[in-house]
């Protein structure tokens, strides 16, 4: 008897507890959002901002030529390095391939995105999505050391132009300066098909959603008033689908920026910032120059999402 009198005690303070909080947290509901809120903020507050800080506070920090240790006094020293024209070809270099990247990915998206967001319904828009999102489901070195083959002289590509007596067309394409390289798995050019097939979609699922939210009254309309395809394109669906397309540019351009396992697989000798970060930090073990570089994609993006921003970007997330 004792021992049953003894549970329901307990049983009826627990429940006391519960009610008492319940009405605690319905009269302010303020505290349970921040109680809710509190881990995840601290987490981001600490563990990303706080790296991020940190990371900053690096760069405005030197090394010393004679030990290599960090001097930690405040300078702007190793900010005036990535002005020497060896570094600054680095980020001049990596800021022209997110670019094109960024552009040839747009003018592929485009048509795939518009035939989806207009013809495709039912199990072929399941077939698309499923056709997009398969490659994402892969592993991303797998993919990369896939196109490695590839793109290698004794590769598929390789095998096809010499099919198509082509030869001469590949070998005048790797000639040019601006390949950098004798073989397409080993230069700037290889380098830029890889992006874009890794990066493709995330330029495809903001435009196609971009593009679903374009009234098709409004095309109909500039077509019975005498427009065009070509003018109908320009100042109607462009216009109007150009949020999606900027969206999507966030993530192509942001993660060429900063990828540096595509170039070091791929790419040439010539370094993109993401290898100068990992080689300055590890093999010369210059943190600050380092840190300095990781800060440019920083400002990049800054400056690119304020701009995103105004044109309305965020809203075809």
Do not use: C
């Amino acid at each position: 008897m004792s021992t049953a009198t003894s549970n329901s005690a307990v049983l009826e303070g627990r429940s006391g507890i519960t009610a008492r909080l319940s009405d605690l947290f319905w009269r302010r509901p303020n505290l349970l959002l921040i109680l809710m809120l509190s881990p995840p903020l601290l987490w981001l507050g600490i563990i990303y901002i706080g790296s991020l800080l940190s990371l900053l506070a690096q760069s405005f920090f030197s090394i010393d030529e004679f030990s290599g240790l960090i001097v930690y006094e405040f300078t702007l020293s190793t900010y005036k390095q990535l002005l020497l024209a060896s570094n600054f070809d680095i980020i001049l270099r990596t800021v022209a391939m997110a670019t094109l990247v960024t552009v040839a990915s747009a003018i592929i998206a485009f048509p795939i995105a518009y035939y989806a967001a207009r013809y495709a319904h039912g199990k072929w828009k399941a077939l698309f999505y499923l056709g997009v999102m398969l490659p994402l489901w892969s592993s991303y070195l797998v993919k990369i050391y896939a196109w490695k083959l590839i793109l290698a002289k004794e590769g598929i590509l390789t095998w096809g132009f010499e099919q198509l007596h082509l030869t001469w067309l590949l070998e005048g394409i790797l000639s040019l300066p601006v390949i950098g390289g004798n073989s397409l798995s080993v230069s700037y050019l290889g380098t830029f098909i890889v992006f874009v097939y890794i990066w493709l979609p995330y330029m495809i699922l903001p435009t196609q959603a971009a593009l679903e939210r374009v009234p098709s009254n409004l095309i109909e309309a500039a077509g019975d008033l005498g427009a065009t395809p070509n003018q109908t394109f320009r100042t109607v669906l462009l216009p109007l689908a150009l949020p999606g397309v900027i969206a999507g540019s966030i993530f192509t351009f942001s993660l060429t920026l900063g990828d540096y396992i595509i170039p070091q697989i791929i790419g040439s000798s010539r370094l993109f910032i993401g290898q100068a970060v990992y080689t300055q930090q590890g093999t010369a073990g210059n943190v600050p120059l380092a840190a300095a570089f990781s800060v440019v994609p920083i400002l990049i993006m800054a400056v690119y999402l304020w701009a995103a921003k105004k044109k309305g970007a965020f809203d075809a997330l």
